[in-house]
Nanobody
Framework: QVQLVESGGGLVQAGGSLRLSCAAS????????MGWFRQGPGKEREFVAA????????DYADSVKGRFTVSRDYAKNIVYLQMNSLEPEDTAIYYC???????????????????WGQGTQVTVSL
């Protein structure tokens, strides 16, 4: 089991940027595929981005492709989500999650993930 703690959320104007961090403890992140999910007000949780266990593969939801970038720092055991050109529709609680998976696989389903962080709030204003 790995413990995950997100940070970096906040209030930003439309068009701005934020970088979310997901710090892991207990196990090296190299053992896991890592995903980012979000849940907006009155909405179901949705997939945002994922990076494979080896960091070779990445996958993004169509709604964030070209604006968000997921990356890892193996030395620090942290996964990042760089979010640019933010829109009010990006307002949500953002969660990181860890999945034991094949080396190149980037899971999209929440049920494929074993461990979750507590979430960090991102609010984008007009």
């Amino acid at each position: 089991q790995v413990q995950l703690v997100e940070s970096g959320g906040g209030l930003v104007q439309a068009g701005g940027s934020l970088r979310l961090s997901c710090a892991a403890s207990g196990r090296p992140l190299s053992d896991y595929a890592m995903g980012w999910f979000r849940q907006g007000p009155g909405k179901e949780r949705e997939f945002v981005a994922a990076t494979s266990r080896g960091g070779v593969s990445t996958d993004y939801a169509d709604s964030v492709k070209g604006r968000f970038t997921v990356s890892r720092d193996y030395a620090k055991n942290i996964v990042y989500l760089q979010m640019n050109s933010l829109e009010p529709e990006d307002t949500a609680i953002y969660y990181c999650a860890a999945a034991t998976s094949r080396y190149y696989y980037t899971p999209r389903g929440g049920s494929e993930y074993d461990d979750w962080g507590q979430g960090t709030q991102v609010t984008v204003s007009l």
